[in-house]
């Protein structure tokens, strides 16, 4: 990445060049890399102090870098002609003459460079000896926050309880326990905590984790000599050793704890700086999917596997994930719920994004505007850009050097307002221009068409086109991406098809394609694909028509799920969606012969004029449910019912119903205790979700009934009444995820004082959000005594973090606002007795994001100023909107968005308007235009 980091770079160009080393100028390529490459380690050292060495390392790594295109260039040539049964060794260098030339004579000059400095040869050997030992000695931390701050104290022994804490059983136990050691560190761990001004608990675990690695006496000196004192004798500027922006906090405290940080990155073995400086690329406090991090590091060359380790580059990366987050440089934001309770996503502490911003400079770059765009420009270091903002040309996103570009990420483009460029053009222009990409992100974009020019990208690993949802076909020149390790599809729901020469990814190893569910009976075209290890879902359509039909093919229907299951096991697929069902015997076929690898099931039925000789009943098999985890089902129009059992166990934990219209009642799931996740939609006749008297008495001896669920969805439910017809249950204990939209019938339903995760009510009733906060009402005093002192929440919303509030006509401002310390995101939408802002909500301190559409607001309060957390502000079509306040300078925000506010839109006019001096000090403004100009 940046200049210190350069091992691993030269590592995968001398592989590169291993089957060259014979051969004329590459082999003289090779000769000098290898001369260079003993000196990397030394002066990826000095470099820390010494300009003129990191000056150096900067040039070394752009040539690098050229020479790795250029051998990758090679390997592709080769690969195509093995693939058109050619040797080989066919692909002649001298077609690459000029250019090897070229980057030999730039690699002599900084060879020669070398003269200049005093570097010393450490062998590959040692470091890797080094890299085994800090991997043998590496924290085992527990799940505490990195965040907390200590007094001087605390801060003290928590440093000792990390540093000094050792595996057991290991030969090193003893050397840790020498008093030597033990006072070493403790000298270290007062001169830590001074420089942290107190106890930042972040740098105290980092650097605390850090020591472990260093057993021997030798290395807690050299350390304390060499690092430690060499900090306190420079009492100088960050920005005076690292000439490159870096987003630092003005606090002085918190510069000094960024030095130490830095001290724990030098400390990293060289794959783990590369991947810890890309996490750069996201926006800060951006919670990052851990599969899509280990992929973009595969597509990017930095996990290494040595040729002793039988790991998968998937192993190893989700290892350098649990190495990064032992050494606190990550920390966990989610844990797999299920068995493995493995980290799926990760996010940086605030210090810790600073310090990836400070050690990778201006190679990775989070763009906000085409003004850093230009910046970028004139330095021509970026290998990675990820835009955060609306491209206004095509020259916004070429601007960049060709040669040098790794990585482009454009997602999102569709959720932001345009201004005339087509992300189609974009999309063209990248692929004629950057040839050597690894990875492109194009997620969300409002791609509709993928150019044909998209081979050229013969170097691409990683490729996201996802959740374009008008993306039909793609062209059969993607096949010519022979290199390509991860593609990804899901939720483009109109894709029909895969290319005719789709066989031809022969290095693809993860395909995801959840929602794509015209994308049916691929087995031909993937089943050859021997380096695939994940395909996300499996397609199955019955084609069930008529009954002369359905006879036709009822020995193809009956083997078309076995014959699957072999695919199921070979590419561990867990999701299985079987489509254009039309008989529920056909259906129950199929629900005994599914595999039981599988995890999820989603079961659609054929969108026919109804027929009531049809659907009659479809039964949950008690060994389905014993073993699936996840059951959507969409368009059935029978009765849905369980099989019976005294001893009836499940893992279901969501379940998914939508379109089923004939669905009264949820009586086959009462007794699945450990749902999870329920999302009903679409269901035109349900009233209730419990019915019967007899499941009051199973609520009474049970009070465990739904007390799993976390998350539920009623979308769309025109006849739901409530949640028990008897109003059995009284409180969702574990719901932290709660969103109504358009049930206006909805009367009662159990509290749900704990939510967290958010909060949506759109066009129901705010009955509903009284009983919460016991504000009502006759069916909350005459509520079962179940109910707990534990479930009865004082102050009800206080870990809530978002609330959506849209189109309630009864809405009143009865909210506890002073209760709710941890919200962060609010937005008003449609409500049409908004005037103002409710006067109690300038309490909620914790508010980061704050949105208002549609309403008829007329003022903002001056008391806005009192959110200091505040980051974004938003408010769209509230035309009576006229003016900001007259201390509105003083909002310390990063983003205000104003849209179809004329009033006050003419206020805000660049140079001229009346309230444009208030706003013009906030880095990003988003300003609509006015309309009727």
């Not at 004579?105 to 200049?116: E, M, N, V």
């Not at 605390?208 to 004798?233: A, N, P």
């Not at 109504?740 to 009662?748: D, F, V």
């Not at 009346?914 to 013009?920: C, L, M, Q, T, V």
Request: glycine share 4%; charged share 25%.
């Amino acid at each position: 990445m940046a200049a210190g980091n350069l091992s691993l770079v030269v590592k995968r160009v001398l592989h590169l060049l291993g089957p060259h080393q014979q051969q004329g100028l590459l082999g003289g390529v090779a000769k000098t890399v290898s001369k260079l490459a003993p000196l990397l380690l030394d002066a990826e050292k000095k470099s820390q102090r010494d300009l003129c060495i990191r000056y150096w390392l900067t040039d070394l790594e752009d040539v690098l870098y050229d020479v790795d295109n250029l051998l990758t260039e090679i390997e592709i040539e080769k690969k195509k002609k093995k693939k058109k049964k050619s040797f080989p060794s066919q692909v002649r260098t001298s077609t690459y003459s000029q250019e090897i030339k070229q980057v030999m004579k730039r690699l002599d000059g900084i060879a020669i460079g070398r003269k200049d400095f005093d570097l010393k040869k450490i062998s590959s050997e040692a470091e890797a000896a080094e890299e085994e030992e800090e991997e043998v000695h590496r924290l085992r931390r527990g799940e505490s926050s990195p965040t907390s701050y200590l007094n001087q104290e605390e801060s003290l022994v928590l440093f000792e309880k990390i540093a000094f804490e050792s595996k057991s059983g290991g030969g090193s136990m003893a050397l840790l326990q020498q008093q030597q050691q033990i006072i070493i560190r403790r000298s270290i761990g007062n001169k830590i905590v001074q420089r942290c001004g107190g106890g930042d608990s972040l740098a105290i675990k980092a650097i605390g984790s850090m020591l472990r690695s260093k057993i021997t006496v030798e290395q807690l000196q050299d350390f304390d000599t060499e690092e430690l004192s060499k900090m306190e004798e420079e009492d100088c500027n960050l920005h005076n050793l690292f000439p490159f922006t870096a987003s630092y906090s003005s606090n002085e405290e918190a510069g000094e704890v960024l030095r130490l940080l830095k001290l724990c990155y030098d400390d990293l073995p060289s794959p783990l700086k590369h991947c810890f400086a890309y996490c750069s690329l996201f926006p800060k406090r951006h919670v990052i999917g851990v599969q899509r991090l280990i992929k973009l590091w595969m597509a990017q060359g930095f996990i290494v596997i040595e040729e002793s380790e039988e790991k998968s580059m998937e192993d190893v990366g989700y290892q350098y994930v649990v190495d990064l987050i032992d050494r606190y440089f990550l920390e966990v934001v989610e844990r797999d719920s299920k068995g493995s309770k493995q980290v799926t996503k990760c996010k940086l502490h605030n210090l810790m994004y600073d310090l990836a911003i400070l050690v990778t400079g201006d190679q990775c770059r989070l763009l906000d505007s085409a003004a850093d765009t230009a910046q970028c420009q004139k330095n021509s270091k970026t290998f990675h850009a990820c835009f955060n903002f609306d491209p206004s040309s095509t020259e916004d996103v070429t601007m960049f050097d060709a040669k040098k570009m790794r990585t482009i990420f454009l997602s999102g483009q569709s959720r932001r307002i345009y201004r005339g460029i087509g992300v189609g053009k974009i999309f063209e222009k990248i692929t004629y221009k950057f040839r050597f990409l690894l990875a492109l992100d194009m997620q969300a974009s409002g791609l509709e068409i993928v150019p044909n020019s998209i081979g050229k990208l013969k170097l691409l690993k990683y490729l996201d086109l996802s959740e374009n949802e008008e993306l039909t076909m793609l062209p059969n020149s993607i096949t010519e991406l022979i290199d390509l390790q991860t593609l990804i599809l899901s939720k483009c729901f109109k894709l029909e098809k895969l290319p005719k020469d789709f066989t031809n990814l022969v290095n693809l190893r993860h395909f995801e394609i959840d929602g794509c569910n015209n994308l049916a009976n691929l087995s031909p075209q993937i089943k050859n694909l021997s380096h695939l290890k994940e395909l996300s879902q499996l397609v199955l359509s019955v084609e069930s028509s008529s009954s002369s039909s359905r006879q036709q093919h009822g020995i193809k229907e009956k083997k078309m799920l076995p014959e699957s299951s072999e695919l199921i096991q070979q590419f561990k697929i867990k999701n299985l969606r079987l489509k254009n069902l039309r008989h529920e015997e056909t259906a129950i076929q199929y629900l005994r012969a599914v595999p039981s690898e599988i995890q999820s099931l989603s079961l659609e039925w054929r969108v026919d004029k109804w027929n009531k000789s049809v659907y009659g009943e479809l039964p949950l098999h008690n060994n389905l449910l014993s073993y699936l985890e996840e059951l959507s089902i969409n368009g059935f129009k029978g009765v849905i019912v369980r099989c019976p059992s005294s001893q009836f166990s499940s893992k279901l934990v969501k379940l998914s119903l939508s379109r089923c219209s004939n669905c009264k009642n949820l009586q086959a799931i009462h007794q699945i205790h450990g749902l999870k996740v329920l999302v009903l939609e679409y269901l035109d006749n349900l009233e209730y979700i419990l019915v019967g008297h007899e499941l009051f008495f199973s609520s009474t001896n049970n009070p465990n009934l739904f007390s799993s669920l976390e998350r539920l969805w009623l979308t769309d439910l025109p006849k739901l009444q409530g949640w028990c017809e008897y109003n059995y249950i009284n409180v969702l204990p574990s719901l932290t995820k709660l969103v109504i939209e358009n049930c206006p019938k909805l009367s009662s339903m159990p509290r749900f004082p704990d939510l967290k995760e958010g909060l949506v009510m759109d066009r129901t009733s705010w009955k509903l959000l009284d009983m919460t906060m016991n504000r009502c009402t006759s069916s909350s005093s005459s509520s079962s005594t179940t109910t707990t002192a534990a479930t009865t929440s004082l102050n009800p919303f206080s870990n809530l973090e978002s609330i959506c509030i849209v189109d309630i006509e009864d809405f009143k401002d009865d909210i506890p606002w002073s209760t709710l310390n941890k919200l962060r995101f609010l937005r008003f939408d449609c409500i049409k007795e908004l005037d103002t802002l409710p006067s109690k909500l300038q309490d909620v301190l914790s508010l980061q994001e704050l949105q208002v559409w549609r309403c008829p607001i007329k003022e903002i309060p001056s008391w806005i100023t009192k959110f200091k957390k505040l980051e974004k502000l938003v408010f769209g079509v509230c035309p009576l909107l006229k003016e900001l306040p007259e201390n509105f300078s003083r909002v310390q925000i990063q983003t205000l968005e104003i849209k179809d506010c004329n009033m006050l839109l003419r206020r805000l006019e660049v140079g001229k308007g009346a309230d444009w001096s208030k706003i013009k000090f906030i880095p990003e403004k988003k300003l609509g235009p006015i309309s009727g100009r």
